[in-house]
């Protein structure tokens, strides 16, 4: 949930609540984590950019050095971060695959700029990446789900990809076949955004490149609902209830 505040601070990034407590009217926030928003963004959508774009340049730009035509297998899609790294995929020349369960976000994702999108409960995942990449497999894998499907990917990977696993949505342990790793030399790798919050150096080039994006458009915020201060417990059951697409924003 992302916090719109007027004209007081152009965005206050979600990450910084826990630590700072950002839950109010009135905040303190150390100044290297207030960012300037271009002007072509409202304060609402502003306010829905910052958490899920730099979640996702993290792996995608940071670390992955995500390169033109390459692609890119984003999993649980239909998340705020999900969307923001299909966006990124294609600011780069990318391809963005989008995984989702079912048929229900199909049409929001192909319009959100993923170059195809493979339903896992109906289609099979290893079979349709071979497809889509023409045997070649994915570049990078971005995924907040792991589990036993893990295992339905690895053989769609290419030569010397990497997968990220930034959250741990399924509790049982990735399944990862052996001979995949040792065959195409592929990287698994654990990730936090706060690998880029907590490191200036990182967390600067983080916002350039979002600022960038955003003021040339090539990332678009979405928003599901904006709620007033006052609605602030319908905000959470709205959250709780798990389907919408992109960003609840509380406005001050």
Do not use: C
């Amino acid at each position: 949930m992302e916090f719109a505040v007027g004209d007081k601070v152009s965005v206050i990034p979600s990450f910084m609540f826990d630590q700072y407590g950002m839950y109010g009217e009135l905040v303190n926030a150390p100044s290297h984590n207030i960012v300037k928003h271009p002007q072509n963004l409202s304060f609402e959508q502003a306010a829905a950019s910052w958490m899920m774009f730099i979640t996702a340049y993290g792996a995608l730009i940071e670390y992955g050095h995500l390169k033109q035509d390459q692609f890119v297998l984003v999993n649980a899609s239909s998340s705020s971060v999900g969307i923001a790294a299909i966006q990124i995929s294609n600011m780069m020349g990318a391809y963005p695959i989008a995984l989702t369960r079912t048929r229900n976000k199909m049409e929001t994702l192909l319009n959100s700029g993923a170059h195809a999108v493979i339903i896992t409960s109906e289609q099979d995942i290893t079979q349709e990446i071979h497809k889509l990449t023409n045997n070649r497999g994915v570049d990078i894998v971005f995924d907040p789900i792991g589990g036993p499907n893990v295992a339905k990917i690895t053989p769609a990977m290419a030569m010397n990809s990497i997968f990220f696993q930034y959250g741990a949505l399924e509790t049982q342990n990735l399944s990862i076949p052996v001979m995949d790793i040792l065959g195409k030399h592929l990287t698994f790798r654990g990730y936090e955004l706060f690998e880029i919050t907590t490191n200036p150096k990182k967390m600067q080039k983080a916002k350039e490149f979002v600022y960038n994006g955003l003021k040339s458009e090539q990332l678009k915020p979405i928003i599901s609902k904006i709620f007033s201060f006052d609605e602030i417990r319908k905000a959470h059951q709205y959250m709780e209830a798990n389907s919408q697409i992109g960003k609840i924003v509380v406005k001050i």
